[in-house]
């Protein structure tokens, strides 16, 4: 068998990317990857492939050999009428589909992690800065497991009460009320949304609910109610509890082990 | 000689396979149970109560209501009328949750251990588990007919010779006129399944599960196991004497066929009470066995009817590409019931109940808004389409649904568009700091649209000046629609503007007054956008072709430019 030309090789290799990208990476390995991160990617191995052939003035002129022979040689006849119809015939399509395109609306832009107020509040009255402030009843983790367990099953009982509704009743932001609302209802089996926030951030999303995030975190988008006008205090430490309770993942603490 | 070996070698070590199961089946039952209090504990009892009586701490607000475990009256079962659930049946629905009410799938929160254990758990609720000793009797599948525009058509006539109209309605969005009359086993207020909207069915919507439900029941509620009104008559007879019922005058010969079709069947009812009290004779057995046979096809082509009048899933959410577009037509717009409407495919809003603001909606029964729109060069006209059982024009006192309210929609814009996805948008819930602009229509008054000004849910005001809306609404067989057509423009500063190819946040409210819905108790959408898709431009005819001879030209160049290079 023939060995394939260089300029075939290194075209080969272009497609093979781009497949392994589009289907295996994004598809097999996770979900599908932005067409301008893949285009970043092929603009690697396009300048990769570049490099290898233009070291050497042999193999960039053995590169061109193809591309030169369908372009000039005589007996290429057939094969240059083809592409002389088919690239055209591709710009065109590839143009008109473009133009053609329908425009998606803007997305919502989302902060995973609004930033909280200076001081945590419940109602007006002020519980201490944001770092300082603490679950009042997260000693007795420790101190009085009994007393500790009641606090849980207090937090369980205004969970099932309140948010299951769309937060889940795995707590995993699948309620029966969750996919008519966007954005979706904050997900506690994330091992990315416990352990990143202190318990006295999730008091103040809590208590204020959507319209007490900043411009940046999209207030008006939210559906979380303003729970301080229904919730005492102690019930939205203990539901926190259940929270990390349930799940196994702890809300993050400052200054411990320092 | 060999083969023997062979057998008795697979026997030996089927059996050692087996044994380890057998064993511990029988000996781990009671920690099995043991187990699944845990997990019951755990996962169930603040909904069904931790002694099982469907009484947790969450109870109180979901309807229909948490299993009662200690009465051993389940609705989705396998078995046959008046039976109880197989343990398959309890896992699978623990498996796969009931659609439409507040029980979610637990597949991914218990693995199948915990699940079966839980299983054994809820069964020691009820006594009437550990006193029957022959298994329940499963439903059988067999003789299923397929899924075809036959069976839909007969099935279709059955529905209404089995009367389903009655609770379902007409066309089966549950609007029949006893509707508002059902109530469960536990006096709780149970509206009748909207067929037309499958993937609420709490017991699964593949023609198997619908078939289930048809010959079992579904316990506790108002579905009744299925009865044969026409029990004894094959499917053409059946279909011959609706025909002859419904028929004005009979001829002789027709009447003494009629009368001939009504002995047959009063026979057939007779055998059938002597069948249930355990009487009758071989003939009459035979003959009882065929009619079942016959009650059973008919069921199956009711249940392919069933199935074919809902879409094949849940239509995707009005989000990105399934965006609302109003499409552009150079003359006037089409009135509400002109034929071009069908051409539009609907934009979908899945809508849930409020439960931000007092009082709140828990219990939604409004499912979705659909949503078609056609713009012209000074006018926009919507579709709105939704569904709802009953139609309530007042405040009134019912006296089966007690209190009932007035039905509306309310259709929410911003005063100012934002202008990009950073910008604000006013609060999603009837505005806040920022206003919103709303249409509001109401059922007592069917062709007026009022316009309003929203600061937050409470604080909405009419506008002064009401501009020129043209509405048009119907309300047939459980489905409302209203048609609203407005100028683009408007002189009024409270108004939205309209222009086309800018995409403008929209946002729902709906009443079903049946269900008590009034003021901020209601359902409701978040955000979505909608858009006055512009006119294709005439650049697409343009420049493609130019883009393509462009090409063309640099593949001649690079030719032209190659041939000289060689010569040189």
């Not at chain 1, 006849?77 to 591709?90: D, H, K, M, N, S």
């Not at chain 2, 899924?147 to 089995?162: M, V």
């Not at chain 2, 007409?170 to 109530?183: K, M, N, V, Y």
């Not at chain 2, 199935?307 to 989000?319: F, G, N, Q, V, Y």
Request: aromatic share 12%; glycine share 8%.
């Amino acid at each position: 068998m023939k060995k394939p030309s260089l300029f075939t090789i290194c075209f080969a290799i272009f497609i093979v990317c781009w497949v392994f990208l589009r289907f295996f990476v994004g598809g097999v390995i996770s979900k599908p990857i932005p067409n301008s991160v893949i285009a970043m990617y092929m603009a690697l191995v396009f300048i990769a492939i570049l490099v290898h052939i233009s070291v050497e003035d042999t193999r960039f002129r053995e590169f061109l050999r193809p591309i030169h022979e369908t372009l000039v040689d005589e007996n290429r006849q057939t094969r240059r009428l083809v592409f002389a119809v088919l690239i055209p015939l591709l710009m065109l399509g590839f143009t008109y589909t473009n133009i053609a395109k329908k425009a998606n609306p803007p997305g919502d832009p989302r902060t995973v992690h609004p930033t909280p107020p200076d001081n945590l509040t419940y109602k007006d009255i002020v519980l201490g800065t944001m770092d300082e402030a603490e679950n009042p009843h997260r000693h007795l983790e420790k101190d009085d497991p009994e007393a500790y367990k009641s606090h849980v099953e207090n937090g369980r009982t205004v969970y099932y009460q309140n948010c299951f509704y769309c937060h889940g009743d795995h707590l995993d932001g699948k309620g029966h009320f969750a996919d008519a609302l966007n954005p979706l209802p904050a997900n506690f089996q994330d091992p990315g949304v416990l352990p990143n926030f202190s318990e006295s951030f999730f008091f103040w999303r809590i208590s204020k609910g959507g319209p007490g995030m900043p411009a940046a975190g999209t207030p008006w988008n939210s559906a979380m109610p303003i729970w301080e006008n229904y919730l005492t205090q102690d019930e939205i430490w203990d539901v926190i509890l259940f929270l990390s309770d349930y799940t196994g993942y702890k809300p993050r603490t400052f200054g411990e082990g320092h | 000689m060999r083969i023997r070996n062979f057998t008795l070698l697979l026997l030996i070590l089927g059996l050692f396979f087996i044994l380890p199961f057998v064993h511990a089946q029988g000996a781990t039952e009671a920690q099995n149970i043991a187990e699944g209090k845990k997990v019951y504990d755990n996962s169930c009892a603040h909904c069904h109560g931790i002694e099982g009586r469907g009484d947790g701490s969450a109870a109180e607000n979901l309807l229909p209501q948490p299993r009662d475990f200690t009465r051993g009256l389940y609705k989705i079962r396998s078995t046959e009328s008046g039976q109880l659930p197989t343990d398959q049946d309890l896992f699978d629905i623990i498996t796969e949750g009931m659609p439409g009410s507040s029980m979610p799938e637990w597949e991914t929160a218990l693995d199948a251990d915990e699940r079966w254990q839980v299983v054994a758990y809820i069964k020691t609720f009820y006594e009437g588990f550990k006193e029957s000793e022959t298994l329940p009797k499963e439903i059988s599948l067999k003789g299923k007919i397929p899924y075809s525009k036959e069976s839909i058509e007969i099935g279709k006539e059955l529905y209404t010779q089995f009367a389903c109209y009655e609770c379902h309605g007409d066309e089966g969005r549950g609007d029949g006129t006893s509707a508002p009359t059902l109530t469960d086993e536990w006096d709780y207020k149970s509206w009748p399944a909207n067929l037309h909207q499958n993937w609420n069915y709490r017991g699964g919507n593949d023609i198997d599960d619908i078939y289930k439900r048809f010959v079992g029941g579904i316990a506790g509620s108002a579905m009744p196991m299925f009865e044969d009104p026409a029990f004894g008559l094959s499917i053409e007879e059946a279909q011959r004497y609706t025909q002859l019922d419904n028929k004005g005058e009979m001829t002789d010969a027709e009447e003494e066929e009629y009368t001939q079709l009504e002995d047959k069947m009063a026979n057939a009812f007779d055998i059938l009470d002597l069948i249930n009290a355990g009487e009758g004779d071989e003939e009459q057995k035979k003959f009882y066995e065929e009619s079942m046979k016959t009650f059973y096809e008919k069921s199956w082509h009711l249940a392919n009817y069933v199935k074919s009048l809902s879409p094949e899933k849940r239509p995707e959410a009005a989000i990105g590409k399934n965006s609302l577009r109003s499409q552009y037509v150079e003359d006037e717009l089409p009135p509400m019931d002109d034929a071009v409407w069908d051409t539009l495919e609907e934009s979908y809003f899945p809508l849930v109940g409020q439960v931000i603001i007092e009082p709140r909606q828990f219990n939604p029964t409004i499912d979705s808004v659909s949503v078609k729109s056609f713009y012209n060069d000074t006018e926009v006209a919507f579709l709105f389409i939704w569904d709802d059982r009953t139609h309530n024009t007042a405040e009134e006192e019912n006296e089966d649904i007690g209190k009932t309210y007035e039905d509306a929609i309310a259709i929410q814009f911003p005063v100012k568009i934002p202008k990009g996805p950073t910008s604000p948008k006013p609060y999603f819930l009837w505005g806040g700091k920022l206003a919103v602009y709303l249409w509001q229509w109401q059922a007592s008054a069917p062709e007026k649209t009022t316009e309003l000004t929203a600061k937050g849910i409470n604080n909405a005001t009419e506008q002064e000046f009401q501009g020129d809306i043209e509405t048009e609404s119907a309300y047939s067989k459980g489905q409302y629609k209203l048609w609203v057509k407005r100028a683009l423009e408007t002189d009024d500063k409270k108004d939205l503007q309209l222009k086309p190819g800018v995409f403008v946040p929209i946002a729902f409210s709906l009443w079903d007054g049946a269900n008590g819905d009034v003021g901020t108790k209601r359902v409701i959408s978040s955000w979505y956008s909608f858009v006055l898709e512009p006119v294709p431009s005439v650049k697409r005819f343009i420049y493609p072709p130019i883009v393509a001879l462009l090409s063309l030209g640099l593949l001649i160049g690079l030719r032209g430019f190659m041939q000289r290079r060689n010569t040189e």
